[in-house]
């Protein structure tokens, strides 16, 4: 049977047809939206520091991750990777990345998530870092989740995820474990 034919026959059988409900939705809105982001970051794990655009990224980065020595970024003005997840041959050879560097679209003060596109062809440098550094701008963070869905594209590589702090599970013997799915800290620089 083809799918037109089903539908055909639903529609047939349909004796009584509904409007689709009003979604007017009175999600939370804060005060002071920044604030509450930068609070939620570090509620679930996360680190959060504000910069102003004339700042030097690369030495902050630097800075926050002393010991690290391998970097990947395809951001631009990024000048501290050594790899760029644009340029590998398979997405395995950023293992061993101690910092990657992404550039964030959205926050979100509600929950401290952040929509991060892929912009970049392998996507498992989200994932695979040790750490994660992610550069948002101030202007882009919202209230809700709401109001970030509203506002987010999918990119053109059809993939994006939102991050949340480092990653975490307790589902092993109920012990916390940091790092087991991904990242294990991940820093906010909001960009003023």
Same mark, same amino acid.
């Given at each position: 049977m083809k799918k037109e034919d089903l539908? &055909? *026959?639903? @529609? *047939?059988?349909? @004796? !009584? %047809? #509904? &409007?689709?409900?009003d979604l007017t939705i009175n999600a939370i809105k804060y005060p002071d939206?920044? *604030? %509450? #982001?930068? !609070?939620?970051? *570090?509620t679930? =794990? =996360?680190k959060v520091k504000c910069i102003k655009k004339? &700042? &030097?990224?690369?030495?902050i980065i630097k800075e926050l991750y002393p !010991?690290?020595?391998? #970097?990947?970024?395809?951001?631009p003005g990024i000048t501290i990777a050594q790899k760029n997840p644009d340029t590998v041959e398979e997405a395995n050879e950023l293992n061993g990345t101690d910092v990657g560097i992404l550039q964030g679209e959205l926050g979100v003060a509600e929950n401290g998530?952040?929509?991060?596109?892929q912009t970049m062809k392998e996507k498992a440098i989200c994932f695979i870092s040790e750490e994660l550094v992610i550069l948002l701008d101030k202007k882009n963070i919202v209230d809700n989740m709401h109001e970030g869905y509203k506002k987010i594209e999918v990119p053109a590589l059809g993939y994006g995820c939102w991050i949340s =702090?480092?990653?975490?599970?307790a589902d092993i013997e109920q012990a916390l474990v940091m790092g087991a799915q991904a990242a294990r800290g991940v820093t906010v620089l909001i960009i003023e």
């Amino acid at each position: 049977m083809k799918k037109e034919d089903l539908f &055909d *026959k639903l @529609r *047939k059988n349909t @004796r !009584e %047809q #509904f &409007d689709m409900p009003d979604l007017t939705i009175n999600a939370i809105k804060y005060p002071d939206t920044v *604030k %509450q #982001f930068i !609070e939620m970051s *570090k509620t679930v =794990g =996360g680190k959060v520091k504000c910069i102003k655009k004339s &700042d &030097d990224v690369n030495t902050i980065i630097k800075e926050l991750y002393p !010991e690290a020595k391998v #970097f990947a970024s395809n951001v631009p003005g990024i000048t501290i990777a050594q790899k760029n997840p644009d340029t590998v041959e398979e997405a395995n050879e950023l293992n061993g990345t101690d910092v990657g560097i992404l550039q964030g679209e959205l926050g979100v003060a509600e929950n401290g998530c952040i929509w991060v596109p892929q912009t970049m062809k392998e996507k498992a440098i989200c994932f695979i870092s040790e750490e994660l550094v992610i550069l948002l701008d101030k202007k882009n963070i919202v209230d809700n989740m709401h109001e970030g869905y509203k506002k987010i594209e999918v990119p053109a590589l059809g993939y994006g995820c939102w991050i949340s =702090g480092p990653s975490k599970t307790a589902d092993i013997e109920q012990a916390l474990v940091m790092g087991a799915q991904a990242a294990r800290g991940v820093t906010v620089l909001i960009i003023e």
